[in-house]
């Protein structure tokens, strides 16, 4: 322990870094004391390399990260292949050439295979391969990485899956298949879903999108309003009786937000400058300061990678509001994550002259038997864990003393069961009702207080986040795809908080493909002028009116198609 690294033999500087797990004799405190030792290099590997360091903890993941540094395998060049693997060819190409390839490039090359051996193989890839073209994923390469994808991605990837599936009269349910595309693309969604139906399948397809929804043989609409205010079916029937029907849905069906007409004029600019990450291609591009500003353009375009790879390194000051988890943890609420339950256990404190760690079940007002949780989980051995309801609580979380104190006639339990818009109702406190109602104009006045975080969809998460910051001036905040989850009817509220945003002072930039939004904007940067190497250009900047007359892009041209008027 006393000798100078560089005095150490070549035999001990093998050992120090990389020897078994070994006892070793050493005096500390004046005492022999025997401890294991093994080597530094192969215990951090096991340690922190082996385990992935980014499944660990944020504080953990930045202690080691100076330590640490990746690249590819010198010998395969990252393909993870064998050098056999890597040597056998098809037409010049290998496996991991031929992988590396987008899409419509590799149709191409399988097409070009002319072996009578290969012939069922090379019928079979080119039917995928053009059913992932169909559905607008040509500029994915097949080595992609799958937690690189995005939810729109990810989901169109598996109906390509089951498109190739000899499967019949299977149920295929569909959540938002059209998050992430673009208008132009929503065509071959539609002819998609529709060739599962004809296969034989009963399709059922949870959506938002009207243009989606005019494909559907049968409609059934839920509400009429969202949580307590809604459970209900309120119309079934075909697409043309539900343009007629007093619904929210059918009422929005007719209506079309207009064109913006006068713009805010911006006080500065940010600026992006050589942009070269995935297929951007050397972009420099100003986003105007004080604006609302869309970045638009086909999927695969470029968007996310100018943006959040890009944009938000040059300027590391900006607050992303995405689609990611606010808490994993059953504990967190949207009550803990808005701050307002500081606020009422205050409240419920004062009222009754107690502490007011009394009505927090992560503290003092727990449920003894299940510790706060409301439920106590089972451990059946080879079972999977079973989660039953806590006996003594009755899943409420709280003591049997907590519950005996009161809030103008509620006790803390009642409190946390309100939704959002019943808190608005029964809160007078000021505080409180300021996030109540930012929570309420972003379209989350259906939450409950007390629901666990981990329960929120990705639209929700954004939405959570955008009403805590509602209330703040002179930032840059970068949204992706708010729209996601959000009924027709509640873009227009969605519409008033961003503007809201803006009109206080900061700067705004909106990854979207939604026509509304994209009516709504003071600037709109089109990227494209198609996914993959065919994009990751600037292809556009300018107005929503002036949008229209950009022949060139696809964004403009579903602009004409969608809009009643022009100027």
Known sequence: ??????????????????????KVKIRFGGKSVNITFEGI???????????????????????????????????????????AALSSKINGYNIAELSAMEVD???????????????????????????MIDIGLEYLSLNRETDTLSGGESQRIKMVKHLGSSLVDVMYVFDEPSIGLHPRDVHRLNELLQKLRDKGNTVLVVEHDPDVIKFADHIIDVGPH?????????????????????TLTGKHMNQRMRLKDSFRQPRGKLAITNARVNNLQNVNVDIPTDVLTIVTGVAGSGKSSLIHQVFLRQHPDAVVIDQSAVGTSTRSNPATYTGIMDDIRKAFATANKVSPSLFSFNSKGACENCQG??????DLAFLDEVKMPCE?????????????YTLNGKSITDVLAMSVQQAL????????????????????????????????????????????ELHKKGSIYVMDEPTTGLHMSDISHLMDVINRLVDTGNTVIVIEHNLDV??????????????GNKGGRVIFEGTPQQLLDARHSLTGAALRNASNERG
């Open 425 to 468: 109702d029964y809160f007078q406190i000021k505080e409180i009702v300021r996030t109540l109602k930012a929570m309420r104009d972003v379209g989350l006045d259906y939450l409950t207080l007390g629901q666990p975080l981990s329960t929120l969809s990705g639209g929700e998460c954004q939405r959570i986040k955008l009403a805590t």
């Open 105 to 131: 490039e590799l149709i191409e090359v399988i097409k070009a295979i002319t072996d009578p051996v290969a012939a069922p193989i090379v019928k079979m890839l080119t039917e995928r391969l053009q059913h």
């Open 392 to 404: 003594v609580c009755d899943g409420k979380r709280f003591k049997d003393e907590v519950l005996t």
């Open 41 to 83: 290099v192969d215990k951090f590997t096991q340690k922190y390399i082996i385990r992935d360091v980014k499944t660990m903890s944020e504080r953990t993941q930045k202690a080691v990260a100076p330590y640490m540094s990746f690249g590819p395998c010198s010998l395969c060049n990252g393909t993870r292949l064998s050098q």
């Open 1 to 22: 322990m006393d000798k100078k690294l560089a005095d150490y033999t070549d035999e001990e500087m093998d050992n120090l870094l990389h020897c078994k797990p070994r």
């Open 226 to 246: 969202a949580g307590s205010g809604g459970g209900t079916i309120v119309y079934e029937g075909n697409f043309a009786e539900l343009r007629h029907a007093d």
């Open 518 to 531: 994209i009516k709504n904007a003071d600037w709109i940067i089109d990227m494209g002028p198609e996914g």
């Open 373 to 378: 949780l409301g439920v106590i989980y089972s």
